[in-house]
């Protein structure tokens, strides 16, 4: 028969199951303690931080004395709106880079139509 030593106590051979169980339920144990305590931690963190103030975006009369427009943007599939404020140089950029496109595609050759569709 054998002996197990666990915690300086001597164990008979036919409780090594049980203290094999003992062992994995303690770890088991100590694992959702973890788990629960860093939940914990985590919802006081959230609780205690403050939210970081936002400086308010001058006034439009302000923007509109630099050549900066402002309005409200909201992307493909997304919920929230954002405020984009553009400058008279950069509004100008896009127009040329639209109007260079529109020119490219009006422009641009198709091909020799296929032999059995009508092209006009």
């Known amino acids: 028969m054998r002996n197990f030593i666990v915690a300086r106590v001597v ?5 090594e199951s049980c203290v094999r169980r003992l062992f994995r339920e303690s770890v088991v ?3 959702r303690i973890c788990c629960w ?12 931080s403050r939210p970081v103030k936002q400086e308010p975006l001058p006034t439009a009369t302000t923007l509109a004395a630099h050549g900066i427009e402002c309005h409200k943007e909201r992307t493909t599939g997304s919920l929230v709106a954002t405020t984009v404020c553009t400058s008279a140089a950069e509004r100008a950029h ?13 422009n641009a050759s198709a091909g020799r139509c296929p032999p059995n569709v009508q092209c006009n």
């Open 94 to 106: 896009e127009a040329d880079a639209t109007q260079k496109t529109k020119d490219w595609m009006n």
């Open 29 to 31: 144990q100590r694992v």
């Open 11 to 15: 164990l008979p051979s036919r409780c």
């Open 37 to 48: 305590l860093s939940t914990l931690l985590l919802a006081l963190a959230a609780c205690t």
